[in-house]
């Protein structure tokens, strides 16, 4: 569905913007009248930025590592110099590294997963807080996975497991602060 103006007079981050659904979700965003700051590790996250300027529409891209909380409030800063604000955030880093019996894991392995899946939500929400509780407003919505519950892939499950305790958790401990927090799990 199509709701031309949904997003008009929003700024929206949208991380992990370079591909798959953070691609779709930003494009989708500025095409129904949002500003956007499309971030991503990759510099491919520029061809989005292109495509979404080329329609006519409001962005800018921005790189950085969300494994570290570092590089989340960088996006934090980037997005208030460029745009002087942050209405909603989209929390879409993550995906599945490895696919196997969870004894085949080695100890690095197990940290990756965890590192790429639930550290870059769990850094961002922490970095965009202060500015949403200081205008006592924003949304902020999380990435998870149905895959909290399937076999070859636990590191990626709790980590997803994570996002939902923490979206659960934040969306209670904010909900009189003006802040609306949820989740959806493709």
């Known amino acids: 569905m199509n709701h031309p103006n949904r997003f008009n007079d929003k700024v929206v981050i949208v991380t992990g913007a370079a591909?798959?659904?953070g691609r779709g979700?930003?494009?989708?965003v500025a095409a129904e009248g949002g500003t956007v700051l499309a971030v991503d590790r990759s510099d491919i996250v520029n061809e989005?930025?292109?495509?979404i300027t080329g329609s006519g529409g409001k962005a800018a891209a921005f790189q950085a590592d969300l494994e570290t909380f570092a590089g989340a409030q960088a996006v934090m800063a980037e997005c208030l110099e460029k745009f002087k604000r942050i209405d909603?955030?989209?929390?879409?880093?993550g995906g599945t590294i490895w696919a196997k019996p969870f004894e085949h894991y080695e100890e690095l392995q197990i940290e990756a997963e965890i590192r790429r899946s639930l550290f870059p939500t769990l850094w961002c929400c922490r970095a965009v807080l202060p500015f949403m509780l200081k205008k006592k407003k924003g949304v902020i919505v999380n990435v998870s996975s149905v895959a909290t519950r399937s076999i070859h892939r636990v590191p990626y499950a709790a980590a997803k497991g994570g996002v939902n305790a923490l979206t659960a958790s934040l969306a209670m401990e904010h909900a009189n602060n003006g802040i609306r927090i949820?989740?959806?799990a493709p």
Not at 25 to 28: D, E, I, M, N, T
Not at 48 to 51: K, N, P
Request: charged share 10%; net charge neutral.
């Open 88 to 93: 909603v955030l989209i929390n879409n880093v």
């Open 48 to 51: 989005v930025l292109a495509e």
């Open 19 to 21: 591909q798959g659904i």
């Open 25 to 28: 979700v930003a494009l989708r």
């Open 182 to 184: 949820n989740a959806t």
